[in-house]
Antibody, heavy 118, light 107 residues
Framework: EVQLVESGGGLVQPGGSLRLSCAASGFTFRSYRMTWVRQAPGMGLEWLSYISSSGTTIYYADSVKGRFTISRDNAKNSLYLQMNSLRAEDTAVYYC???????????WGQGTLVTVSS | DIQMTQSPSSLSASIGDRVTITCRASQSISSYLNWYQQKPGKAPKFLIYAASTLQSGVPSRFSGSGSGTDFTLTISSLQPEDFGTYYCQQSYSPPYTFGQGTKLEIK
């Protein structure tokens, strides 16, 4: 069974940093592209970042470019999102998701809540 | 960036109704269009990819169509478990943007 489990969320002050992790199991992690998506309270889904299976191709949304860094460790079956210079508007539930055919997202984690507040 | 616009933003329908949700892209995305369903407090569920291909396990009452800039998600006979918010997403060109969502309520 495919499982994605996010961790690392919590309360952080504006300007602070946080590193999210996504532990993958039940599939050959190194063979799949991965994506981070977030959802602010009461709002819709926002695509954030993509990383290829090898980690060599990376894309970001403009809203996080230069502040967030996606990475992966295929030996540890883990995906990461390093978030720096956090703002109040980064408050959201952050999901990791597996990329399927046509770059659709076929499996999602349960999400981890990040709250940016003083 | 490609903008995705869904309509309506919300709708209310009765059990057994045929429901159609529209998604429009700001430029052609070929058939790189995906649909998801999300229920409150839950992660999104993947329904359809490549505009019209149903993900394994998704009931056949769901269908998708379209190409280029205009797409539709249709539920042929609405069931109680179909309530939730539906999102389209383009996977043609990064950033792979989502539509703003369509909230479906059961009358």
């Amino acid at each position: 069974e495919v499982q994605l489990v996010e961790s690392g969320g919590g309360l952080v002050q504006p300007g602070g940093s946080l590193r999210l992790s996504c532990a993958a199991s039940g599939f050959t992690f190194r063979s799949y592209r991965m994506t981070w998506v977030r959802q602010a309270p009461g709002m819709g889904l926002e695509w954030l970042s993509y990383i290829s299976s090898s980690g060599t191709t990376i894309y970001y949304a403009d809203s996080v470019k230069g502040r967030f860094t996606i990475s992966r460790d295929n030996a540890k079956n883990s995906l990461y999102l390093q978030m720096n210079s956090l703002r109040a508007e980064d408050t959201a539930v952050y999901y990791c998701a597996r990329d399927f055919q046509w770059l659709a997202l076929d499996h999602w984690g349960q999400g981890t809540l990040v709250t940016v507040s003083s | 960036d490609i903008q995705m616009t869904q309509s309506p933003s919300s709708l209310s329908a009765s059990i057994g109704d045929r429901v159609t949700i529209t998604c429009r892209a700001s430029q052609s995305i070929s058939s790189y269009l995906n649909w998801y369903q999300q229920k409150p407090g839950k992660a999104p569920k993947f329904l359809i990819y490549a505009a019209s291909t149903l993900q394994s396990g998704v009931p056949s009452r769901f269908s998708g169509s379209g190409s280029g800039t205009d797409f539709t998600l249709t539920i042929s006979s609405l069931q109680p478990e179909d309530f939730g918010t539906y999102y389209c997403q383009q996977s043609y060109s990064p950033p792979y943007t989502f539509g703003q969502g369509t909230k479906l309520e059961i009358k």
